[in-house]
């Protein structure tokens, strides 16, 4: 009998980014997008510092800023911002971005977006507060969007459509890789322009590229009665072949990738024998914790515990499957997570975007996992992107401290959230 993972629920107060900054590989991806944030001047400080826009890029978002007076009524007017992007940009479609103080005020964003939207652009809410477990989320909400956009399939078409944003060149790797292996492809949510949406209906296999697209993958199920694949994500040799493997089986076909993957651990065992017996920690916050633990258990490291915002049992299955044997944590308790990591003591901590740096000047190696939701690290093509994010932090230590002196653990303070202090000795 398969030995199931040791499955904690903590409740622990998470500190997550916002959902907003996905906004910054959202536009990049659909090219013919333009994404209307109503929020504050802290929304517009979140993405002027986050996406390091330059005044001369013409980005394709922009932050319509809410004053005291159009919080009291439940509907700002935000035709004249409308209008100016329409000329401005002539975008194919907007996104109406909602944030936290409009959330808390209940503005009525449906109608709200309703009241501008218009047959040749039409306008789409989206929220994308902070209030969400966690800002990988947001890509969700934006493609549930756009599910309406995407025509129907007869029955008889049976194709794949690729759930996830990656960049062109990953996109590419994966249409490639489906001809290679005989599985017709009816395209990617999202496309790179809006009049690209992939036909989708009850014949449709829907292959999750992203592990965070749970949503969108549902609503998939119950509203175009696709099939939705149940199978690792696209990451790392073992990943890869997997989802391909599971996939086409979809279509009917037995394939055996197996030498496939035994190439793809030969070209990176330079890396793998630098992983093998590291001690790993997850302290992220991008819901791409399990494959990536997953992947890491593969190249023979040791995870001490891989902690994520959320886990859905039915669409992680595969992943809680494959990480038999390593204690995960649902929406874990940092100050616990602390008093663990003192006495573990790993090689080297995946954490966020709030805790890295104090966790680095405490002289452990943290790197931030935020980045995983930007690398090209899907499929074939991204393994080695994928298993030199990894190494190279450990390396990098390495340079900087020659002796690998312990950590200090000190007894300092860690600021945690506004007003709030962590200390490492409790
Ligand atoms: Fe704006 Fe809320 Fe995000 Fe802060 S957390 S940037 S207030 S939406």
Request: charged share 20%.
């Amino acid at each position: 009998m398969q030995a199931k993972p040791s499955l904690i629920r903590e409740d622990g107060l998470y500190h997550s980014f916002c959902g907003l900054v996905s906004v910054g590989w959202l536009y990049q991806k659909i090219k013919d997008s333009f994404f209307l944030i109503l929020g504050t001047h802290t929304c517009a400080h979140l993405l002027q510092n986050t996406l390091g826009v330059m005044i001369f890029a013409r980005p394709r978002f922009a932050v319509s800023l809410l004053e005291e007076a159009d919080l009291s009524s439940s509907q700002p007017d935000i035709s004249a911002q409308i209008e100016e992007i329409k000329r401005e940009h002539h975008p194919s479609v907007i996104f109406l971005l909602s944030s936290c103080t409009p959330e808390v005020m209940k503005v009525e964003f449906e109608g709200l977006a309703a009241s501008v939207s218009t047959p040749e652009v039409p306008v789409l809410f989206v929220p994308a507060s902070g209030l969400d477990y966690t800002f990988s989320q947001s890509e969700d909400s934006v493609l549930q969007a756009l599910i309406p956009f995407c025509p129907p399939a007869p029955p008889d078409d049976r194709r794949v459509v690729f759930l996830g944003s990656v960049n062109d060149a990953i996109a590419d790797d994966f249409s490639l890789e489906a001809a290679r292996l005989g599985i017709p492809v009816a395209g990617f949510l999202p496309a790179s322009h809006f009049s690209e949406l992939p036909p989708i209906g009850s014949g449709t296999v829907v292959a999750p590229l992203q592990p965070y697209l749970h949503k969108t993958a549902t609503q998939l199920r119950n509203e175009r009665g696709c099939t939705v694949l149940s199978s690792l994500f696209p990451f790392g040799p073992d990943g890869t072949r997997r989802f391909w493997e599971d996939l086409a089986a979809q279509f009917g076909m037995k394939v055996d990738l197996s030498e496939r993957e035994a190439a793809a651990w030969q070209r990176i065992k330079h890396h793998t024998d630098l992983l093998r017996g590291k001690k790993i920690f997850f302290a992220s916050d991008t819901l791409m914790e399990l494959p990536l633990a997953r992947f890491l258990k593969a190249c023979g490291a040791e995870v001490v515990e891989c902690s994520t915002p959320y886990i859905n049992r039915r669409f992680h299955a595969a992943e809680l499957a494959a990480l038999d044997g390593v204690r995960l944590v649902e929406q874990a308790n940092f100050n616990r997570q602390l008093q663990t990591i003192k006495e573990t003591r790993p090689d080297l901590i995946i954490s966020n975007i709030i805790t890295t740096n104090p966790l680095v000047g405490q002289g452990t190696v943290a790197k931030w996992g935020t980045e995983y939701c930007f690398l090209p690290i899907h499929g074939w093509a991204g393994v080695n992107n994928l298993v030199t994010s990894f190494t190279r932090a450990l390396q990098r230590h390495a340079k900087l401290d020659p002796l690998g002196s312990d950590p200090i653990w000190l007894t300092g303070i860690m600021p945690s959230s506004p007003g709030g202090v962590i200390s490492l000795q409790s």
